[in-house]
C-alpha cells in the first residue's frame, strides 16, 4: 500500500513538474509575443508621428503659399484703386 502511495506521489510530482515547465514555455513565448507586439506599435506610432509632422508642415507650406498669394493680390488691388484715384483729381 506504501509502495503504490509513493508511487503515485511520484507520479504525480513528475505530471506536476511536466505541466509547470510546459506553463513556463507558454509564459516565456506570451512574454516573447507582447514584447514584439510593444516593439511594433512604437514603431508604428512613430512612423504615424513623422507622416503627421511632413502633412502639418506640407499644409503650413500650402497655407503660406495661399497668404502670400492673398496679399500679393490686395496689394494689386490696393495700387490699381490707388492709380485710379491719382487719374481722377
Do not use: F, P, W
Not at 23 to 48: C, F, I, L, P
Amino acid at each position: 500500500m506504501r509502495i503504490a502511495l509513493l508511487m503515485t506521489a511520484s507520479i504525480a510530482s513528475l505530471s506536476l513538474m511536466a505541466c509547470s515547465q510546459k506553463t513556463e514555455d507558454h509564459t516565456a513565448a506570451a512574454t516573447d509575443q507582447a514584447g514584439k507586439a510593444a516593439a511594433s506599435a512604437g514603431q508604428d506610432a512613430a512612423a504615424n508621428a513623422n507622416t503627421a509632422a511632413a502633412n502639418t508642415a506640407a499644409a503650413t507650406d500650402k497655407a503660406a503659399d495661399n497668404t502670400a498669394d492673398a496679399v500679393g493680390a490686395a496689394e494689386r488691388k490696393t495700387d490699381a484703386a490707388a492709380d485710379a484715384a491719382a487719374k481722377t483729381h
